[in-house]
């Protein structure tokens, strides 16, 4: 059985998988369980008011949600092995900076959401730090804290030490498809790996999960 909300004793390699805005902890389940056969704790995190229905994420910065995540890898490193970091949509957005405060394993980031689906305009105003005004950031909405946490993570991949396999779907809906072009051109790793699918959307593990993407996830994961 699938460790979801407890962590094992008995062995030491870890997985931390973090879901996004539009996924929820359900989305990661199957690949969970397969992570868990392979002999891996595995801990699926759920973010208070992320991957739930309706525009209920205002009330929480992407910091608080970082914080979390920060609480749960040290609950996990205190096994002594080693921890890889999963993270879907915006949770890839949140691993990147949780392997800036913490030692990361191995990152797997699927559908990664570090470029937002928004205007040149409105990603320069948040690159400005203008969304910090009163009327800029009624304009972008609860948007704005979610691009300062992409626009924050793209400008640090680049001094990442660990290992990235990443993939997205060229057809991905909610994070744009250059996130995956920016990674592979920022990781400086040279154990990092990239894939690209035509099809899928931002489901990319119910399109491509049985397909080879679990068991590339895992192979990765082993090879770390």
């Known amino acids: 059985m699938c460790i979801r909300d407890s962590i094992k004793d008995d062995q030491p390699d870890a997985v931390l ?16 369980d397969v992570l868990h056969r392979s002999g891996y704790t595995v801990y699926v995190v759920r973010l208070p008011d992320y991957g739930t229905p309706g525009n209920t994420i205002s009330e929480i910065s992407w910091e608080a949600a970082l914080e979390q995540l920060v609480q749960r890898f040290r609950l996990l490193a205190r096994g002594g092995g080693r921890v890889h970091v999963v993270g879907m949509g915006f949770g890839a957005t949140l691993a990147l900076h949780l392997a800036r405060a913490e030692r990361v394993s191995s990152l797997v980031l ?7 689906r928004e205007s040149l305009l409105q990603r320069l105003a948040v690159r400005m730090r203008l969304h910090r005004l009163g009327f800029v950031h009624r304009w972008l909405g609860w948007n704005a804290e979610l691009m300062e946490g992409m626009d924050r993570a793209r400008g ?33 790793h040279k154990a990092s790996r990239f894939q690209v699918f035509g099809t899928g959307g931002h489901g990319i593990l119910a399109a491509h999960g049985d397909e080879g993407l679990y068991e590339d996830i895992v192979d990765f994961c082993d090879g770390r």
């Open 17 to 32: 998988l973090i879901h996004g805005i539009s996924t929820r902890p359900g989305d990661l389940y199957d690949l969970a």
């Open 110 to 116: 699927l559908a990664p959401a570090i470029v937002p």
């Open 156 to 188: 640090r991949i680049g001094s990442l030490k660990v290992p990235i396999y990443a993939a997205q779907c060229d057809d991905d809906d909610r994070a744009d498809p250059s996130s995956l072009r920016i990674l592979q051109r920022k990781s400086g």
